[in-house]
Nanobody, 124 residues
Framework: QVQLVESGGGLVQTGGSLRLSCAIS????????MGWFRQGLGKEREFVAA????????YYTDAVKGRFTISRDNAKNTVYLQMSSLKPEDTAVYYCAAANVFTNGRNQDEYDYWGQGTQVTVSS
């Protein structure tokens, strides 16, 4: 089994920054890609960013390109999402996820494990 624990959410003003962390434990060798997704109130969960453990290839949704940065620390089995220039529309519960098989990194159906989520609220 794989366990994911997110942290770092909170309340921030428009234009502010937050860094989310996702610590992975358990059978960590089985995961090949880590992703961040978010779900706003009344909305469907959507892809935000993904990173492959090996090689570090990165993927972003267009809405966050240039503002969010995903990174990984292989030694700490932790993935980060640095969020800058935050907007009210970034308000959501943010989830990290791990996949054992890489398809395209953007489809939530390809992820096998999920964290409990962390709330990010951006005030206007």
């Amino acid at each position: 089994q794989v366990q994911l624990v997110e942290s770092g959410g909170g309340l921030v003003q428009t234009g502010g920054s937050l860094r989310l962390s996702c610590a992975i434990s358990g059978r960590t060798f089985s995961s090949v890609v880590m992703g961040w997704f978010r779900q706003g109130l009344g909305k469907e969960r959507e892809f935000v960013a993904a990173i492959k453990w090996s090689g570090g290839r990165i993927y972003y949704t267009d809405a966050v390109k240039g503002r969010f940065t995903i990174s990984r620390d292989n030694a700490k089995n932790t993935v980060y999402l640095q969020m800058s220039s935050l907007k009210p529309e970034d308000t959501a519960v943010y989830y990290c996820a791990a996949a054992n098989v890489f398809t395209n990194g953007r489809n939530q159906d390809e992820y096998d494990y999920w964290g409990q989520g962390t709330q990010v609220t951006v005030s206007s």
